[in-house]
């Protein structure tokens, strides 16, 4: 239910700032939204707790967004999501929103886990294999969870490729209990 949620409150935000053309400037106002939230688990925390009232979630938005000088439609969509108790989707809002920016631009978004972070240089080599792959121009998003220990997952749509060491010491571990 969240997931959907999260599309509908970034597909009527898309549509607004598109029909504005406001559309990039959203698209890093909600990057930096993100950012933050990555950046202070507390944050995300407070947003997503029902135990701060929904005006108290939508003062801490609007001295963000402010602060941030963030697009009116950006302040209003905290605003509005927070006050529908949806502040802690906030962040699935962006990750939704930056796919549908991607895919009107004919990009195609690959969301990359890895154990560490990827160099520029390793991020590059990654999105031209992708690209010979998919045959479109790919947008890698990458995220760092040190429990995969190795190797990295590549979401692309639908498709996902797992080739962490997580995921093959995992099946290691279930294929040994069956002997």
Same mark, same amino acid.
């Given at each position: 239910m969240t997931a959907h949620a999260a599309g509908?409150?970034? $597909? @009527? /935000?898309?549509?607004? %700032?598109?029909? &504005?053309?406001? @559309? +990039? %400037?959203?698209?890093a106002d909600l990057s930096a939204? =993100?950012?933050? /939230? +990555? &950046?202070?688990?507390?944050? *995300?925390?407070?947003l997503a707790s029902p135990l701060h009232a929904a005006e108290d979630k939508?003062?801490? #938005?609007? %001295? /963000?967004?402010? !602060? @941030?000088?963030f697009n009116e439609l950006t302040l209003n969509t905290f605003g509005v %999501?927070?006050?529908?108790? =949806? *502040?802690? +989707?906030?962040?699935?809002? @962006?990750s939704v929103y930056a796919a549908l920016a991607a895919a009107d631009r004919g990009v195609v978004t690959a969301d990359v886990q890895t154990a560490a972070p /990827?160099? !520029? !240089?390793? $991020?590059?080599?990654l999105a031209a294999s992708l690209k010979g792959a998919f045959g479109r121009e790919i947008e890698v998003? $990458?995220?760092v969870r040190p429990? #995969?220990?190795g190797g990295l997952i590549v979401k692309v749509g639908s498709r996902m490729f797992d080739s962490s060491l =997580? $995921? !093959?010491l995992d099946g290691m571990k279930t294929a040994m209990k069956e002997a």
């Amino acid at each position: 239910m969240t997931a959907h949620a999260a599309g509908r409150y970034a $597909t @009527a /935000l898309f549509e607004l %700032a598109k029909s &504005s053309g406001a @559309a +990039d %400037a959203v698209e890093a106002d909600l990057s930096a939204f =993100r950012a933050m /939230l +990555d &950046s202070s688990p507390e944050l *995300a925390g407070a947003l997503a707790s029902p135990l701060h009232a929904a005006e108290d979630k939508v003062s801490v #938005l609007k %001295a /963000l967004a402010e !602060k @941030a000088k963030f697009n009116e439609l950006t302040l209003n969509t905290f605003g509005v %999501a927070a006050r529908n108790g =949806r *502040a802690g +989707d906030l962040g699935k809002v @962006a990750s939704v929103y930056a796919a549908l920016a991607a895919a009107d631009r004919g990009v195609v978004t690959a969301d990359v886990q890895t154990a560490a972070p /990827l160099t !520029k !240089k390793q $991020t590059e080599a990654l999105a031209a294999s992708l690209k010979g792959a998919f045959g479109r121009e790919i947008e890698v998003r $990458t995220d760092v969870r040190p429990e #995969l220990m190795g190797g990295l997952i590549v979401k692309v749509g639908s498709r996902m490729f797992d080739s962490s060491l =997580r $995921t !093959k010491l995992d099946g290691m571990k279930t294929a040994m209990k069956e002997a």
